[in-house]
């Protein structure tokens, strides 16, 4: 299977919306996810997908992080690979690409989150070079 991978398009929706329900747990909408693409803010944001056999069978969505008390960084929003088209290199192929863009716009690394349970994402994000630093608990308040 030869994967390619390129910059995402906005009739790139549906495919994505569908992986962030079923592979990530994420219930959005495909609506959601067209408005999400359609202001993409290029300037500080990527969005990559993987395709194989004409379809998205993965994307990642990279944005620059910046703090005041580090370096410039790439926060990883959100990676995820359709489960029947795993460890044929998607994923590892999306985050070469989310690198590349993290270098290109001046960053000095990538960084990223991954829930306690998704042990099979932590080891692939170890087997791509990632290390965990610390453990954190997450907050939210919705509005």
């Given at each position: 299977?030869?994967?390619?991978?390129?910059?995402?398009?906005?009739?790139?929706?549906?495919?994505?919306?569908?992986?962030?329900?079923?592979?990530?747990?994420y219930d959005c909408s495909d609506e959601l996810v067209k408005q999400k693409l359609e202001k993409l803010d290029t300037s500080r944001e990527a969005v990559f997908a993987a395709v194989c056999d004409n379809c998205v069978i993965g994307y990642v969505h990279a944005e620059k992080y910046d703090t005041l008390y580090f370096e410039t960084l790439v926060n990883i929003l959100g990676l995820a690979v359709k489960f029947d088209s795993r460890r044929i290199g998607a994923g590892r192929r999306?985050?070469?690409?989310?690198?590349?863009?993290?270098?290109e716009n001046g960053a000095a690394g990538?960084?990223?989150?991954?829930?306690?349970?998704?042990?099979?994402?932590?080891?692939?994000?170890?087997?791509?070079g990632y290390n965990s630093e610390k453990q954190?608990?997450?907050?939210?308040?919705?509005?």
């Open positions: 299977m030869q994967v390619i991978i390129r910059n995402a398009v906005i009739d790139d929706y549906k495919a994505i919306a569908a992986i962030s329900r079923e592979d990530l747990g999306l985050m070469e690409a989310a690198e590349c863009w993290a270098k990538v960084r990223l989150n991954s829930g306690i349970t998704r042990t099979g994402a932590h080891d692939f994000y170890r087997s791509v954190q608990m997450r907050f939210m308040k919705k509005f």
